[in-house]
């Protein structure tokens, strides 16, 4: 079974402000990880992914996360937010070896930026 | 490349009628999944089709169901509505060829339920 642990609903930043975003999982097998953005009335788009190998992942619009195996974390972080990184970010989690498609999604958090 | 297609985008429908949501891949993925977002219990897995057979599963009542064209397009229809069945319904296609790959996602359909 897996679940995903997003803490807070809604964060605010002034613009040029590090942006944190915390993701913690469960999950009774190794697994792969995401982040995804969802704009006002549009689909979800894929920032970034951790499947194996580099623990520190390079997203989309300077994002990054890092995935803490000993502290079941994949938080998301970028140096500076912008105004347009104002959004709805979703952290998922697939098992290892299992159906990229079925992803369990955490709440998500409502990013706003403040100029 | 066109992205993923999902028509229409807005419904409203009624308590006890029933419902189909259409949605056309990428060109040359296989795998279309759909999803349920509301505000209560946000994005929840429906079910995937590959090539036509339903491949995953998730824990949503019998009501819900769909299907995939040869042509890799897939429908879902909800069947005897009920008022918590409005939300905004998500599909994402992909290869289907590997758990490491990327899902795309539709806009989707928001569906309301009076």
């Known amino acids: 079974a897996q679940s995903v642990t997003q803490l807070g609903s809604h964060v605010s930043v002034s613009e040029g402000a590090l942006v944190l975003l915390r993701c913690n999982y469960s999950s009774s097998v190794p697994p792969y990880l995401f982040w995804y953005v969802q704009y006002p009335n549009q689909g979800l788009q894929l920032l970034l992914k951790y499947t194996t190998g580099a623990t520190l992942v390079k997203g989309i619009n300077g994002f990054e996360a890092e995935f803490k195996k000993s502290e079941t974390s994949f938080h998301l972080t970028k140096p500076s937010a912008h105004m347009s990184d104002a959004a709805e970010y979703f952290c998922?989690?697939?098992?290892?070896?299992?159906?990229?498609?079925?992803?369990?999604f955490g709440k998500g958090i409502t990013l706003s930026v403040r100029p | 490349k066109a992205g993923v297609t999902q028509t229409p985008r807005y419904l409203i429908k009624t308590r006890g009628q029933q419902v189909t949501l259409s949605c056309s891949p990428i060109?040359?993925?296989?795998?279309v999944s759909w999803y349920q977002q509301t505000p209560g219990q946000g994005l929840q897995f429906l079910f995937e089709?590959?090539?036509?057979?339903?491949?995953n599963k998730g824990n949503f009542p019998g009501r819900f169901s769909g299907r995939q064209f040869s042509n890799s397009r897939s429908e879902m229809n909800v069947s005897t509505l009920e008022l918590g069945d409005s939300a905004l319904y998500l599909c994402a296609s992909s290869s289907g060829e590997g758990a490491k790959e990327k899902l795309f996602f539709g806009s989707g359909t928001q569906l309301s339920v009076l």
């Open positions: 060109s040359g993925h296989r795998s």
């Open positions: 998922a989690v697939s098992p290892l070896g299992g159906a990229n498609s079925k992803l369990t």
């Open positions: 089709y590959f090539s036509e057979t339903q491949r």
